[in-house]
């Protein structure tokens, strides 16, 4: 039977490696939700306590990769706080390619949002997606949901851009090989300088939350140096750059623009 409970020190131990490699801050009120991952963990791994895993993580690199994927993974779906990509139909020019980085893009959904709506307008594109999660990209560059993830999308674009699930995935979307054209996905940490190229548009929405302020302060200069003159940079609907230095100027909701 697995031990699975978490001393206060172990949990802050924990806590530490995650702020160390990714910059997510787990304050003392995530100790429940630390405590059902690792307990996922040790079932998989057969260790019987928290000080075993503990010392697994420190000394194996790949036990490491799961803890982090399982420290960082959340939950998203389909054209969530869909008005940015509404602000970019109606304020970003489709005459010229746009390069577009889906920055903490998670499993996909918001880099394919961003492509199917580009798409349905005309737009010359692509959208780059990077993730710190090896779980997370595996399961995006797959392109399968559960139905539920997409009920935002209109039925006219479900159709059009994804495929329905038959027999044993009646329950599932994927989406369609046109669409995964125009996106690529690949592991970057935020925290390990900026992107090796430019970009016209960058998301970063809704990871900045769970960052200290001089956490927050690093990615935003990395993701400033990132992005093209007169680009757009979308955080968080919930989210602003108030109290980082970045010389953005903010012209809506989440939205920053160089």
């Known amino acids: 039977m697995n031990n699975t409970d978490i001393t206060t020190s172990q949990f802050r131990e924990l806590s530490r490696l995650v702020y160390a490699e990714s910059g997510i801050c787990l304050p003392e009120t995530k100790l429940g939700l630390v405590k059902a991952r690792i307990a996922k963990r ?65 499993t996909g959904e918001e880099p394919y949002s961003l492509a199917v709506q580009l798409l ?13 999660s090896d779980s997370v990209l595996k399961i995006a560059r797959n392109g399968v949901y559960p139905k539920e993830r997409a009920q935002r999308v209109p039925l006219p674009m479900l159709r059009k851009y994804f495929q329905q699930g038959r027999n044993e995935w009646k329950d599932y979307v994927k989406v369609r090989g046109e669409v995964k054209k125009f996106t690529s996905f690949e592991k970057h940490n935020l925290l390990n300088g900026s992107s090796r190229q430019q970009f016209d548009i960058i998301f970063c929405r809704n990871v900045m939350i769970y960052f200290d302020n001089e956490t927050r302060q690093k990615v935003v200069l990395n993701l400033c140096k990132a992005l093209r003159a007169k680009g757009y940079l979308f955080v968080g609907m919930s989210e602003s750059l108030r109290g980082i230095e970045h010389g953005l100027k903010h012209v809506s909701p989440g939205v920053y623009r160089n």
Not at 60 to 65: H, I, M, Q, S, V
């Open 120 to 132: 349905d307008n005309a737009y010359n594109f692509h959208v780059y997606a990077s993730d710190i």
């Open 42 to 106: 040790l079932r998989v791994l057969r260790i019987n306590t928290a000080n075993e895993y503990i010392s697994l993580v420190r000394h194996d690199a790949g036990e490491f990769r799961n803890f982090i994927d399982a420290m960082t993974t959340n939950h998203t779906f389909f054209f969530r706080e869909n008005g940015h990509f509404e602000f970019i139909l109606r304020h970003v020019d489709n005459s010229r390619h746009l390069d577009v980085w889906s920055a903490a893009c998670s």
